[in-house]
């Protein structure tokens, strides 16, 4: 019996280790998903086509973070794009993106991992 206890131990031990060594970041400090001022974002090529780039955009950023011209020209590295559209969540229009750009901001209240509790 006390064979199958130490051997359990061992087993244990060697599963916490790989667990720490293969440990993904993500798993060790989760965040939320920033609350975009979109609902969709895209850009209008020069042709007139209207391409999506809401989920490259929106895995992207962070709260804190200035979205503007250079920031998507940046994420998105392309020369097709003419300008760049958003829709707006509270009128539902399709709006040309701001030059000024948006700061994501977080409006809910709850700490994230990267802030300090007081």
Request: glycine letters at 4%; charged letters at 30%.
């Amino acid at each position: 019996m006390d064979c199958l206890i130490n051997l359990y131990r061992i087993l244990f031990r060697c599963k916490r280790r790989f667990e720490k060594l293969f440990q993904d970041e993500k798993d060790v400090l989760p965040t939320r998903q920033p609350n975009a001022p979109w609902l969709w974002i895209g850009a209008v090529t020069h042709s007139g086509e209207k391409i999506t780039y809401t989920d490259e955009v929106n895995s992207s950023i962070k709260y804190g973070q200035k979205v503007d011209h250079y920031f998507l020209r940046k994420l998105i590295e392309t020369d097709r794009i003419k300008h760049w559209m958003y829709l707006c969540p509270q009128t539902l229009e399709e709006k040309y993106f701001p030059s000024e750009g948006f700061v994501i901001e977080d409006d809910s209240g709850k700490p994230t991992y990267n802030q300090k509790l007081e």
